[in-house]
């Protein structure tokens, strides 16, 4: 069964930094790619990032571009985002999800973890 479990959300002030965890099981990096999404209240589900092993590219949203990282440790079954220089507009709920292609459109995607809560204060 795949499963997918995101940790490391809370309150950060602007400018501040999180790393998200999202711990896999069921599946391995090379059998799906990851996406990180987010959900602001209101707002459709927005791709973040997204990386294929099997591939070897990783992809951001130009919002997320040189400030989030995308990173794996395949030993820990573990996708990481690491997210710097917040901003209050960042404010969402952040999904990892799984997926044959390395795609920003959630449509794309077969499976998802439950969200994790990040909330950025000015």
């Known amino acids: 069964e795949v499963q997918l479990v995101e940790s490391g959300g809370g309150l950060v002030q602007a400018g501040g930094s999180l790393r998200l965890s999202c711990l896999a099981s069921?599946?391995?990096?090379?059998?799906?790619?990851i996406g990180w999404f987010r959900q602001a209240p209101g707002k459709g589900r927005e791709g973040v990032s997204c990386?294929?092993?099997?591939?070897?590219?990783?992809y951001y949203a130009n919002s997320a571009k040189g400030r989030f990282t995308f990173s794996s440790d395949n030993a820990k079954n573990t996708v990481y985002l690491q997210m710097n220089n917040l901003k209050p507009e960042d404010t969402a709920v952040y999904y990892c999800?799984?997926?044959?292609?390395?795609?920003?459109?959630?449509?794309?995607?077969?499976?998802w973890g439950q969200g994790t809560q990040v909330t950025v204060s000015s």
């Open positions: 999800a799984a997926s044959r292609v390395c795609d920003l459109f959630a449509s794309a995607y077969d499976y």
């Open positions: 069921g599946f391995t990096f090379d059998e799906y790619a």
């Open positions: 990386s294929s092993s099997s591939d070897g590219i990783t």
